[in-house]
């Protein structure tokens, strides 16, 4: 392969000719990981971390448990984990997790976290994005390949390998410039969360009418039901009375002529998520002949789609660009009638109150599964007239789009994350 002058090959890929690869021993002044005996928790002194409170890139001690004086001295004095101090996850399902100690205070790690201290000249806020790439996470599982359970010894940390540019100058503006990437993803993770929270509150009220749009004021009290507390001119029904349910295509073969990379998808269970439909290039198809010889099986907009096996408390609303797509053999519709607009009913099957009532009244526990008598069975609150239903519908689903407007940015911000570490942390693009 050729080498673009100016570059050299390494053990870790190609890099600029003054960048060298460097082991984390060499790195480090000290490798150390917390200690093999568990403490007895339940003490108030001292913050005991361990991998649970290490995420991918970031610290979480909010569930950490406590350990008294005498337990943390006697770790700390093998274990001195201190502010600045990179923490690797060397155990578990989580291993390769890690994390800048951002804490000022002391505390205690057990044996599942190792940490790293760096050498003065160099700059562990770098490391740490070198470990986050997929280059690092590589080389953190092939060091745990043939072990019998999943662990990262010390003396494979040790021996991990960075590539590093020549001053500490340029690693610390790498790690400057993905740290900015991290903050603008942290800041958009952190607003589309309380931004969820303000839909779920805003569900729980106008689903019960607790809360009245303007110009369906509540003027004459409320009254207590089955479905909880609800205005007086409100009233619970039932999905029965207030939709056709009908199941997939039972024993129906497809033909594998009738299955065609350009048709329509076929939608069950593994496609349904809260709220939405996850199309991928595995998605089954099927061509037209099928929707002919089987038109009761063709999804239109407004209908609601459930699985009959597995996440039982997930529904979707099919969108009028969804509309002629195909059930699957383990899928149920619920097709509102004239009575009920059906985006208000599709809020409903997403309330809290409504998806717990599935789980508890699903058949079967290691595979929850639905039928028609179970979903005619679901009582909702439903206001007097459509058009209250359907001002309802319109504010929590325009919520949903400004929830969609964030995540699509937040996606595009983890995208250009990505690609700034590929070019960063590999020397193709220098800062300095």
């Not at 890099?15 to 002044?29: E, F, N, R």
């Not at 969820?196 to 369906?216: D, V, Y």
Request: glycine share 8%; net charge positive; aromatic share 6%.
């Amino acid at each position: 392969m050729e080498v673009t002058p100016g570059y050299k090959q390494t053990e870790v890929g190609i890099l600029p000719q003054d960048w060298c690869v460097i082991t984390a021993s060499d790195a480090c002044s000290k490798i150390q990981d917390g200690t093999h005996f568990s403490p007895r928790q339940g003490g108030h002194d001292y913050l005991y971390v361990t991998s649970k409170n290490v995420g991918f890139g970031y610290l979480d001690v909010s569930s950490a448990s406590r350990i008294d004086t005498d337990q943390h001295r006697a770790i700390y004095k093998r274990c001195d984990v201190g502010r600045g101090d990179l923490l690797l996850t060397k155990d578990g399902a989580n291993t390769g997790n890690a994390a800048l100690n951002t804490l000022d205070e002391e505390f205690s790690l057990l044996s599942s976290v190792a940490f790293l201290r760096f050498q003065p000249d160099n700059y562990a806020a770098y490391f740490l994005q070198q470990v986050l790439t997929s280059r690092g996470q590589r080389q953190i599982k092939d060091a745990m390949a043939g072990n019998a359970i999943t662990r990262l010894t010390l003396a494979k940390i040790k021996k991990l390998r960075f590539p590093v540019p020549p001053t500490k100058t340029e690693q610390e503006a790498i790690a400057e410039a993905l740290g900015d990437a991290d903050a603008l993803i942290e800041s958009l993770e952190q607003l589309i969360e309380k931004k969820r929270k303000i839909k779920q509150g805003a569900m729980q009220e106008l689903l019960t009418g607790k809360k009245r749009l303007p110009g369906f004021e509540n003027l004459i009290g409320c009254k207590q039901t089955e479905a909880g507390v609800i205005p007086r001119d409100w009233e619970v029904r039932t999905i029965g009375h207030l939709a056709i349910i009908k199941t997939g295509p039972f024993g129906t073969l497809l033909k594998a002529s009738e299955y065609s990379e350009n048709g329509v998808p076929l939608i069950s269970v593994g496609e349904i998520r809260e709220g939405y439909l996850r199309i991928t290039e595995n998605t089954p198809r099927v061509s037209s002949a099928v929707t002919r010889r089987l038109p009761q099986y063709v999804l239109r907009t407004g209908d609601i789609v459930f699985g009959r096996k597995g996440g039982v408390q997930r529904s979707v609303l099919i969108r009028p660009q969804q509309n002629g797509w195909f059930l699957g053999s383990d899928g149920i519709t619920v097709r509102p009638t004239k009575d009920c607009h059906n985006a208000y009913l599709a809020l409903q099957f997403q309330s809290a109150r409504v998806r717990e009532w599935l789980l508890q009244n699903a058949i079967g526990t290691t595979m929850p599964s639905l039928n028609q008598d179970i979903l005619r069975n679901v009582a909702v609150p439903v206001p007097p007239t459509r058009a209250e239903q359907e001002c309802i519908a319109a504010v929590l689903n325009d919520m949903d789009a400004d929830l969609a407007a964030l995540e699509g940015k937040l996606g595009k911000a983890r995208q250009l994350k990505h690609g700034m570490m590929q070019e960063l942390l590999t020397g193709r693009t220098r800062l300095v």
